[in-house]
């Protein structure tokens, strides 16, 4: 008897420090008659590229400091994956694996994978209310929204199918400019919308359960070889096809699609900041050290730029007739710090030290405090709340603007889709 050789498809399963769903990626892959190869972040490049295609697992890569996925972004094992992907090997990112391919560009993929697109903040609203802010678990209806051919993991669903898997992330509310998003949806890029279990596309909560623009839960690259996808169709039988897919877009060596974005990114426009007439600042300031400061320091240092980090948390208060009793007031609810652990200090502007001033465009967390300083504590002389982060970035090297440009060009203060900076001078 001849005995038939049968082909071993080796996914890599891309853990970083912090990842945690490598079980349920790995017994997924096995269902799609795959077999997975643990691959961390420090592993060798040959280890990477002996793999036939990759699945960025969800978890907390880096702890989300900064912002979720932007640190696992910069490391350079995603320099590794991007040639693979390019070489068309399949790319899966899941969760916080989505997060990290929106932040490293590859999705969606316009020139020189510029970050074009955000993940941000859950966004829960109800009747103009925040009802939640921050992780969210659930269960969501996802409609497909592409032709099965369309992509290398949808390739065993029907246009329009649903699938029902879950759900369980803080920062996975796409954000998208109008126009790349119309281009998106042209090159069947909008791979699954979320819905109702009758199919409708309704875009309010609980419907759409993070407030994602066009309801969108997964978003692919123009080629359709790589796909973010912040649902978790790895921990349930429901969600299998899209791993037989992948399997079948490997063994059948289907070459990935020609085409490009158009899109490209508007030039970062960083204002001075200037704070309204009449309002309060507070700048927070930790007793105990700032893993979060030290760990974006550290990144930064591992391509090659050598700066100190720190960062405070900065509110500017607006209140109705600037007294100081409701100052104090607000500071005794303990909703702005924890004075256990955190206080009021100043901003520090030393030599060599830019100072930047990051905000979300649209801050779920300070819109919940807000409400609460005004519903829960009666304080109702508060007329407006903003929270942000000062970064304090001092700069060894003598060329400090080119530095500095070079810091912001990564991204890893602030994503510009979702974020607004100033320079405190």
């Known amino acids: 008897l001849r005995l038939l050789k049968i082909m071993t498809i080796n996914i890599g399963v891309i853990q970083f420090p912090g990842s945690n769903t490598e079980r349920e990626t790995g017994l997924a892959i096995k269902r799609g008659h795959m077999n997975p190869v643990e691959i961390l972040w420090n592993s060798d490049t040959d280890s990477v590229t002996n793999c036939d295609g990759y699945i960025i697992t969800g978890g907390f890569s880096f702890e989300d400091r900064s912002r979720a996925g932007v640190i696992a972004s910069l490391d350079p094992i995603m320099e590794t994956i991007k040639k693979e992907a390019e070489n068309g090997k399949p790319v899966f990112g899941i969760c916080n694996g989505a997060q990290i391919l929106v932040e490293s560009g590859l999705i969606p993929g316009i020139k020189n994978n510029q970050t074009s697109i955000a993940l941000t903040d859950n966004k829960r609203m ?69 819905c109702n279990d009758d199919g409708e596309i309704l875009s309010q909560f609980p419907t759409n359960p993070n407030g994602s623009d066009y309801n969108l839960a997964a978003v692919s690259n123009s080629a359709g070889n790589i796909l973010a996808m912040m649902p978790h169709p790895e921990r349930t039988n429901l969600g299998d096809k899209l791993f037989s897919s992948m399997r079948e877009f490997i063994k059948q060596k289907v070459p990935i699609k020609n085409g490009s974005l158009s899109y490209s990114t508007p030039k970062r426009n960083i204002k001075n900041y200037i704070p309204e007439r009449h309002v309060s600042e507070w700048v927070v300031d930790m007793v105990i050290t700032d893993n979060e400061a030290e760990t974006v320091q550290n990144a930064l240092r591992r391509i090659g730029i050598d700066v100190t980090i720190q960062r405070q948390q900065h509110w500017e208060i607006s209140i109705s007739d600037n007294s100081s009793a409701a100052l104090k007031k607000i500071e005794d609810t303990g909703e702005l710090f924890n004075s256990n652990k955190e206080y009021i200090s100043s901003i520090k502007t030393n030599e060599n030290t830019a100072c930047l001033l990051v905000r979300q465009k649209e801050d779920m967390f300070c819109q919940s405090k807000f409400e609460s ?53």
């Open 126 to 194: 109800q009747d103009g209310h925040v009802v939640g802010t921050g992780y969210y678990n659930t269960w969501a209806h996802l409609k497909t929204s592409v032709p099965p051919e369309s992509t290398a993991f949808t390739r065993h669903l029907e246009h329009e199918e649903i699938i029902h898997v879950p759900f369980a992330h803080a920062e996975g509310r796409f954000i998208i400019p109008e126009d790349l998003l119309n281009e998106l949806i042209k090159n069947n890029q909008t791979v699954f919308r979320y």
């Open 373 to 425: 300083l005004r519903e829960r504590f009666s304080i109702k002389e508060l007329i407006q709340l903003k929270r942000g982060i000062v970064w304090n970035i001092k700069i060894k090297n003598t060329n400090f603007q080119p530095v500095l440009d070079k810091i912001i060009d990564t991204n890893i203060l602030f994503n510009p889709l979702s974020h607004e900076c100033f320079r405190i001078s």
